[in-house]
């Protein structure tokens, strides 16, 4: 039983170019949260969706991010025209249902580095 | 809205010791606490949670504790070994949902 998967580890784009992280949640699970993480900071929400439906992305920044979870496949975080404030951790969760009583299982992260 | 803070960004510990991490959240409808456990490289591991109608829950050589008056909870590890070396996160859930806002974390360094 797989836990929440996220690739690539590592991700190296210069200024301008796009970013795609991708996250597949665990096996049975259709409700995908996605994070960020600063140097030295703890997460901070961004989106969270379920099959193809954005229920939160008040995290999201306006522009160059988008995020969707399609019916089939795994969830895709985008950023557009990528800047060096881009650079981060983002860490992936999932849950079966949307209650307060799941605990959240986190993937491993996209470390996103812009050059 | 909701901010989380931990006291102190770093913690060191003789191994065999107790560690106690320190955390404060602001909103007092929070009504969910989870602490996580960070390795370098790794995402955040959950180690126990606590709902706002307790005030003490114990797992396997881990207690949280809440304190609803002050807003104040607290993670302690008993007998601490090197492999609890790492960033210990609290977060709060408010309202329900799973969006969770995470403190700053603080950083357990275990000696030997």
């Known amino acids: 039983n797989a836990g929440v998967m996220q690739n690539p580890r590592h991700l190296v784009r210069r200024r301008g170019q796009e970013a795609r992280l991708r996250c597949s949640p665990m096996?049975?699970?259709?409700?995908v949260y996605w994070y960020r993480q600063l140097p030295e900071e703890g997460l901070k929400f961004m989106v969270y969706?379920?099959?193809?439906?954005?229920?939160?992305e008040s995290g999201m920044p306006k522009e160059r991010f988008s995020a969707e979870f399609p019916k089939e496949g795994p969830s895709i975080l985008r950023i557009q025209q990528v800047v060096r404030g881009d650079s981060a951790a983002y860490f992936c969760?999932?849950?079966?249902?949307?209650?307060?009583?799941?605990?959240?299982?986190f993937g491993s992260g996209t470390q996103l580095s812009v050059l | 809205g909701e901010s989380v803070g931990l006291h102190l960004p770093t913690l060191s510990v003789q191994e065999g010791d107790n560690s106690i991490i320190n955390c404060a959240y602001s909103?007092?409808?929070?009504?969910?606490f989870i602490w996580y456990k960070q390795e370098s490289g790794k995402g955040p591991q959950f180690i126990i949670d606590?709902?706002?109608?307790?005030d003490k829950r114990q797992g396997q050589r881990v207690t949280v504790l809440l304190n609803k008056t002050v807003k104040h909870l607290s993670l302690q590890i008993a007998a601490t070994q090197p492999g609890d070396s790492a960033v210990y996160f609290c977060?709060?859930?408010?309202?329900?949902?799973?969006?969770?806002?995470f403190g700053t974390g603080t950083q357990l360094k275990v000696e030997l």
């Open positions: 977060a709060a859930i408010t309202g329900g949902g799973n969006k969770l806002t």
């Open positions: 969760a999932s849950s079966p249902r949307a209650d307060s009583n799941e605990k959240l299982f």
């Open positions: 909103n007092s409808a929070s009504d969910y």
């Open positions: 096996k049975g699970h259709s409700h």
């Open positions: 606590i709902r706002s109608n307790m």
């Open positions: 969706l379920q099959k193809e439906n954005i229920i939160d």
